[in-house]
């Protein structure tokens, strides 16, 4: 089994910035991606960013590219994700999530495991 952490959730105004971190433990891959998913209140779980193992390949949705970043520390099985330019419709609870294969996929089933979540609010 894998644990994931997340961490770094909060209340910002739009226009701020958060950080959000997840670090992994328990059984680990020789190569897996990292990704990050969030579910606002009504509506579906949907994809933000994924990066592989090396991070040679990085994917992001169309309403956070140019916005959100993702990166990891494989030393220290965490991923990142740096939220700037914050707005409402960026409020809901982001999840993270590791799929067992190294190919980013962009939808909830590709992954295997998942944390509980931190909430994300942006206010106007």
């Known amino acids: 089994q894998v644990q994931l952490v997340e961490s770094g959730g909060g209340l910002v105004q739009a226009g701020g910035s958060l950080r959000l971190s997840c670090a992994a433990s328990?059984?680990?891959?020789?190569?897996?991606?990292m990704g990050w998913f969030r579910q606002a209140p009504g509506k579906e779980r949907e994809f933000v960013a994924a990066?592989?193992?090396?991070?040679?390949?990085?994917s992001y949705a169309d309403s956070v590219k140019g916005r959100f970043t993702i990166s990891r520390d494989n030393a220290k099985n965490t991923v990142y994700l740096q939220m700037n330019n914050l707005k409402p419709e960026d409020t809901a609870v982001y999840y993270c999530a590791v799929r067992n294969l190294n190919i980013v996929a962009t939808v909830p089933g590709g992954y295997n495991y998942w944390g509980q979540g931190t909430q994300v609010t942006v206010s106007s």
């Open positions: 990066t592989t193992y090396g991070g040679a390949r990085t």
């Open positions: 328990g059984r680990t891959f020789s190569s897996y991606v």
